[in-house]
Structures are given as C-alpha cells and as structure tokens.
C-alpha cells in the first residue's frame, strides 16, 4: 500500500471542494490535525491516516461496502440437513461451501475440505452439524472492503448480517469481480 503525501491528500480534498473542517468532520478528526498533516508538519498514524483517506474516498463515491460486493439471496443449508442433501446442493450451485443459518442467524459453514476430512463411511448421512466449521466470520452491510478484505485473510468467506439476519455472503471471488 502506497500512502499518500500530504500534498496528495490536500489535493484530493480540493478538487472534491472540501474544506479542512468538512474532511475532519468526515475524518473524525480535527481540523488542526487536517492542517498540520496537510502542510507537513506532522506523521499521522496509521490509523487516523486511514480514517482520512476513507472519508476522501466516501467523499469520491468510490468506497465500496459489503451490501454493494455481497451476494445475495445467500444459499444456504439448516444445521440437520444431511451431508449428502449438502454436496448435492453444492454441487448443483457448483459451490465448494455454503453457510449453515437458522432462522435467519448463521450457525457456521460447511466446505468440500470439511467433508472430505471426515473418514466416516456413512458421513452423507451425518447432520450438517457434526461436519460443519462452527467459526464463522460476519460484518455488517456497511463494512468497508478494508474490513472484509481482512476477514477474508482468515476465512474463507463473510456472511452480511444486518439486525441478526443474514442477508448475504462475500468471498475472494467477489472481491475480485468488483475489483477487476
């Protein structure tokens, strides 16, 4: 990740017509630490130039969120469907994982991997739940890419949950169809 310069920083804030005060409101921020970042005078932390450049970018209209990147309705399986109910759901979406939600509320997700590490011969006839991955990682729909991106890092995919309903799901796959 390239930061930006302080002169970069001012000039995106100007050609967005904003003012110091507008972009520290935005920011959280005050505005003499705008002015003072701005003219050079002080290294801001990671974290307060994070704030800045996201509110330049919400500013821009270019920020994308989890509800633009999410698919959605979400395919998504009960916790006593059987295995075998589950790899030909999968397969038929041509799916390595799908979510395993109750009433609205995701109880973990269940992957090819998952399956396939069972030894059990009769493992089709197992609950979802006896094979499913119990972590799940969720964000909110106006979580930013940043956010998801970092849950990504660790998971392999993110349900949207918005007043604890699921509402959708995000993998790397869909990052990269909004990012290319």
């Known amino acids: 990740m390239e930061l930006p310069t302080p002169e970069d920083l001012r000039e995106r804030r100007n050609d967005l017509g904003l003012t110091q005060s507008d972009l520290a409101q935005k920011a959280d921020v005050s505005q003499p630490l705008i002015?003072?970042?701005?003219?050079?005078d002080v290294?801001?932390?990671?974290?307060?130039?994070?704030?800045?450049?996201?509110?330049?970018?919400e500013a821009e209209g270019g920020l994308m969120r989890?509800?633009?990147l999410m698919h959605s309705p979400v395919v998504?399986?009960?916790?006593?469907?059987?295995?075998?109910?589950t790899t030909e759901l999968?397969?038929?979406?041509?799916?390595?994982?799908?979510?395993?939600?109750?009433?609205?509320?995701?109880?973990?997700?269940?992957g090819m991997s998952d399956i396939r590490q069972r030894s059990?011969?009769?493992?089709?006839?197992?609950?979802?739940?006896?094979?499913?991955?119990?972590?799940v990682s969720?964000?909110?729909?106006?979580?930013?890419?940043?956010?998801?991106?970092?849950?990504l890092d660790h998971n392999d995919a993110v349900l949207v949950v918005d007043n604890g309903?699921?509402?959708g799901i995000i993998t790397e796959a869909d990052i990269a169809r909004h990012i290319s």
Do not use: C, F, W
Request: glycine fraction near 6%.
């Open 35 to 40: 002015a003072r970042i701005e003219g050079g």
């Open 43 to 57: 290294d801001p932390r990671l974290s307060t130039l994070r704030r800045i450049v996201t509110a330049l970018e």
């Open 66 to 68: 989890a509800e633009q």
């Open 76 to 85: 998504s399986v009960p916790p006593d469907a059987s295995v075998r109910e």
């Open 90 to 110: 999968m397969d038929e979406k041509s799916y390595s994982q799908v979510p395993v939600i109750r009433d609205g509320i995701p109880q973990g997700i269940i």
């Open 120 to 135: 059990e011969d009769n493992v089709g006839d197992l609950p979802v739940a006896e094979v499913m991955g119990e972590a």
């Open 138 to 151: 969720t964000v909110e729909p106006d979580a930013t890419i940043d956010a998801i991106d970092a849950h």
């Open 165 to 167: 309903e699921t509402v």
